[in-house]
């Protein structure tokens, strides 16, 4: 294991005092992204199942989440919940997405190459 | 497709707000009276959300100054000071914001907007690293659209999240700028700048902090927050505004860097925009001074918060994170803030209304900013009214005190 990476898992959460701005979606977010991703396993479909995994509570229609979703537009979210979103994603894999980068991801698909190049990237 | 249709969903949502009667966005103050005091809708409104810090807009010395400035050198200075020059107004007030912070250079702007847009997106470009807090006002995310350097996002007030950032990006070439706020405008809480700077010295990165809405309110001597962590000598850029608690409007930025000036003929916001009315320029002058003279509004303003954050905990309220000059009342939506916040404009109380996405994590809030010129009395009448008003609106408990001393009888 990348030992970098073993550090950064032992980092303390977020402060509470942050905490109590959280709404209750952002909360079951938090929740749902304790799980570190082992660098050599990043597969595409697990890293599917984990944004699915955030997308799910702002699913709040009866369509499954695809790669084909666009995220803004078929899910109940904001511009500012999905960069959140994005931030936990960037600790779970361990990577950085620059903001000119969160403009150009619509769908899941998007997301998950781009998570997929800059795990690529940092492995490489 | 129109040029208006992509702001369709805004368009919808601000048709939302608007049929709840008054807009939060388009209040009209009729006359304002002081800087706690107004006339809205022929009814004398109290003013809670002005962020008029020290209350200085009708200070007699800062007034006297402006209207001096006017009858000696007139209304405006009609163009830039690269194309038309600077006024001596304008050096003077460089280099006092530069002896009051113990640096050695300033450059005011014309805007707070402005200072922020025009130093970051300059201090760094092309192969250079950007890291802002998540939460950062729209001029620091406006100035990442500026710059070709690359922008990184760190979590709220999280060092640790800067640090992992900061780690990852370890072999990257290339200069590192870390922006980080005084006060957050919205929930009022304040960065551990003490533990940002300790990761920044880690990875070599400048650090630039907006104290906006910190000055005179934080540190020894009203400076921000730097001053309050003792931080001022490790903190390469400051960035402020003559608009909240100097009274008037502008921006400045100073910094220790020995070729800081050169700012002034590359940073566009600065070459190609009118430069402040002398007017303006000597009331800050004075009200500067002012911060300076008397301490004594720090702890007034202080006391304030004291008074309108414990009253409104106590009567059981969700506010932000740590007392301060603004503090955000929490509510469950949108819908439920509006109400609220018209329902005390018809009580006669002023506040601002936050509702997404202007607020992180989509948030409601209700925006009360204090001034060491609100009487005891005054926040005590506004506690008393918001207290009705969440009680009515079922936001509070019925009565909750009553049961407190039922139970200790």
């Known amino acids: 294991m990348n030992p970098a990476f073993g550090s950064h898992a032992a980092d303390p959460k977020p402060g509470t005092r942050g905490l109590i701005l959280r709404t209750a979606h952002n909360l079951a977010i938090d929740t749902a992204t ?77 997301l998950a190459d781009t998570i997929l190049r800059l795990r690529a990237e940092r492995q490489g | 497709m129109g040029l208006f249709d992509r702001h369709a969903g805004i368009v919808e949502a601000y048709r939302d707000v608007r049929t709840t009667g008054a807009d939060p966005f388009q209040i009209r103050m009729d006359r304002v009276l002081s800087p706690t005091e107004a006339i809205i809708d022929g009814r004398r409104t109290l003013l809670v959300g002005t962020n008029n810090y020290f209350g ?53 702007f014309t805007t707070g907007y402005q200072a922020n847009l025009g130093v970051i997106s300059t201090l760094v470009g092309q192969g250079d690293l950007l890291l ?34 900061l780690r990852r990006l370890a072999d990257r070439p290339g200069n590192r700028l870390v922006v980080l706020e005084g006060i957050y405008s919205m929930l009022g809480d304040s960065a551990p700048l003490k533990e940002f700077i300790d990761v920044c010295k880690k990875y070599g990165a ?31 850029f400051v960035v402020g505004t003559f608009s909240k608690t100097l009274g008037a409007i502008g921006g400045y930025c100073v910094s220790n860097d020995p070729d800081f000036d050169v700012l002034r003929v590359v940073t566009r916001a600065y070459m190609f925009t009118a430069s402040l009315p002398t007017s303006i320029v000597a009331s800050v002058r ?29 009567q059981g309220f969700t506010l932000g994170p740590m007392p301060g000059p603004v503090v955000g009342v929490h509510l469950p939506d949108r819908a439920t803030t509006i109400g609220f916040w018209r329902a005390m404009l018809d009580a006669g109380v002023y506040v601002n209304v936050a509702v997404p996405p202007a607020t992180p994590n989509g948030v409601s809030l209700l925006r009360c900013s204090l001034s060491a010129a609100h009487t005891p009395e005054q926040l005590t009448h506004m506690i008393d009214v918001m207290t009705g008003i969440g009680r009515q609106m ?4 019925a009565g909750p005190r009553l049961k407190v001393v039922a139970q200790h009888g």
């Open chain 2, 206 to 236: 400048y650090v630039l902090v907006d104290e906006a809405h910190s000055l005179g309110a934080l540190g020894a001597n009203g400076r921000g927050l730097a001053e309050e962590a003792g931080v001022l000598d490790d903190v390469h």
């Open chain 2, 56 to 108: 200085l807009t009708y200070d007699p010395a800062c007034m006297e100054a402006a209207i001096e400035a006017i009858r000696a050198e007139g209304t405006g200075t009609t163009g830039s000071r690269i194309a038309n020059g600077s006024y001596g107004q304008h050096v003077a007030l460089e280099q006092e914001i530069a002896a009051f912070y113990g640096k050695k250079h300033c450059m005011v």
């Open chain 2, 132 to 165: 802002i807090d998540a939460d950062s006002h729209a001029s620091i995310y406006d100035a990442c659209k500026q710059t070709q350097a690359e922008v990184v996002r760190f979590k709220h007030n999280d060092p640790a999240s800067l640090d992992a950032r």
């Open chain 2, 394 to 397: 079922g936001v509070l408990p």
């Open chain 1, 34 to 110: 304790l799980a570190q991703v082992d660098a050599e396993q990043t597969s595409r479909g697990e890293v599917m199942a984990e944004i699915v995994r955030h997308l799910t509570p702002f699913n709040t229609s009866d369509v499954r989440i695809t790669g084909a979703t666009v995220i803004s537009k078929d899910l109940s979210i904001d511009s500012l919940a999905i960069m959140d979103m994005m931030l936990d994603l960037e600790d779970s894999y361990d990577i950085s997405i620059p903001l000119n980068v969160v403009a150009e991801i619509h769908t899941v698909d998007e």
């Open chain 2, 286 to 314: 004075a009200a500067l001074k002012v911060v300076q003279a008397r301490p004594e509004l720090r702890t007034r303003l202080w006391d304030n918060v004291r008074t309108l954050y414990d009253g409104l905990a106590a």
